[in-house]
């Protein structure tokens, strides 16, 4: 089974990691930042239209690909090209978090523990938005994962 849906929107750039940090008494109290709030508010807005009617099951490859407007400055030369890799901040680890975790409080899935392959790409192009690609998979296919996976699956070390 496959579920793929595509938001237009203007991705947001903030990070789950971007905690505040307030002193009461001799403590330090952590809370999430207003525009961390309205990023996971805006990206729930977008996807609960497209969540299945029930959650996915069994082991999943899910592929988020953010992209961004292109920059002021851009050439014409790039943007001819419709789409292009963005290897500057904010980094893909810190971005994929948040709607990755809108998707499991969505319940897109029964537990983000079943993603087994997960992917964020992030790039400048023509079409700002978000495309969420969830596959349900029947076995690991070990074919692509490459000769670790055939290691491990047979008890084998390397």
């Not at 961390?36 to 299945?52: K, N, Q, S």
């Not at 851009?74 to 978090?97: I, T, Y």
């Not at 392959?117 to 296919?141: F, Q, S, Y």
Request: proline share 9%; aromatic share 10%.
């Amino acid at each position: 089974m496959v579920l793929s849906f595509f938001v237009a929107c203007v991705p947001p750039t903030v990070t789950a990691q971007q905690k505040g940090v307030r002193v009461r008494g001799k403590r330090p109290v952590f809370y999430t930042k207003e525009r961390v709030r309205l990023a996971r508010e805006m990206l729930w807005r977008l996807f609960e239209g497209h969540r299945p009617p029930v959650p996915l099951n069994g082991p999943l490859r899910v592929t988020v690909v953010m992209t961004f407007p292109w920059k002021a400055g851009e050439s014409k030369a790039n943007r001819a090209k419709g789409w292009m890799p963005m290897p500057v901040a904010p980094d893909w680890d810190n971005l994929a978090k948040t709607p990755f975790d809108v998707l499991s409080k969505l319940s897109f899935w029964c537990d983000d523990g079943q993603v087994f392959d997960g992917r964020l790409v992030k790039g400048w192009g023509e079409k700002p938005g978000i495309r969420v690609l969830i596959e349900a998979e029947d076995g690991i296919p070990s074919e692509e994962l490459g000769e670790v996976a055939v290691a491990v699956g047979s008890g084998r070390r390397q």
